[in-house]
């Protein structure tokens, strides 16, 4: 199965700044097919970029996914007080689906 | 709108089974796949599999394959999670998500708590 590894573990950031996010995958992924999920405390996982970067319905232009193959980057460009949640990747070319174990994005 | 909907909290001994709902609205059910995910708390996230809402064929992750059964009853719009033998390895947060066929997961129950102790 495809490893994902997301890296940093925490990023410590102040609201207006830039959050570039990285997930490293252990095999190319099929299609591209590497998606990023927000999730809050006590909510359910929110697409927010699929086919590593196609915007999801209603997602802010402030999201940017881009990369192929292995690397893929999440880039929040100036980041909101919302912003400030765990995110996930997920490929979905090949079987099993997998996740990396996330980035935690919190206020410095 | 898309929603996903699922049953209650469940608290469950070990070596039981327990079984979760997801009552699908606002889309055609049949068009979509069924894929559940499940989290332990404070942790990642992990793919069980998948069921085919209109053919009812299903694909499990290997590490629960002869421990899990999804299903669906196209009556009510509804897919089923059923986990056996249960340790308390098996507390986490159940999520039902919905794919395009081989696609993305774009929308998301809102979880069900599954404590075994």
């Known amino acids: 199965e495809i490893v994902l590894t997301q890296s940093p573990g925490t990023l410590s950031l102040s609201p207006g700044e830039r959050a570039t996010l990285s997930c490293r995958a252990s095999q190319s992924i099929t299609n591209n097919y590497l998606a990023w999920y927000q999730q809050k405390p006590g909510q359910a996982p929110r697409l927010l970029i699929y086919?590593?970067?196609s915007r999801a319905t209603g997602i802010p232009d402030r999201f940017t996914g881009s990369g192929s193959g292995t690397d893929f980057t999440l880039t929040i460009s100036r980041l909101e007080p919302e912003d400030f949640a765990v995110y996930f990747c997920?490929?979905?070319?090949?079987?099993?689906?997998?996740f990396g174990q996330g980035t935690k994005l919190e206020i410095k | 709108q898309v929603q996903l909907v699922q049953s209650g909290a469940e608290v469950k001994k070990p070596g039981a089974s327990v079984r979760v709902s997801c009552k699908a609205s606002?889309?055609?059910?049949?068009?979509?796949?069924i894929h559940w995910v499940r989290q332990v708390p404070g942790q990642g996230l992990e793919w069980m599999g998948w069921i085919n809402p209109n053919s009812g064929g299903t694909n499990y992750a290997q590490r629960f394959q002869g421990r899990v059964t999804m299903t669906r009853d196209t009556s009510i719009s509804t897919t089923y999670m059923e986990l056996n033998s249960l340790t308390s390895d098996d507390t986490a947060v159940y999520y039902c998500a919905r794919s395009p066929m081989g696609q993305r997961n774009d929308y998301w129950g809102q979880g069900t708590l599954v404590t075994v102790s």
């Open positions: 606002g889309y055609t059910f049949t068009g979509y796949f």
């Open positions: 086919a590593a970067s």
């Open positions: 997920q490929q979905y070319g090949n079987s099993p689906r997998t």
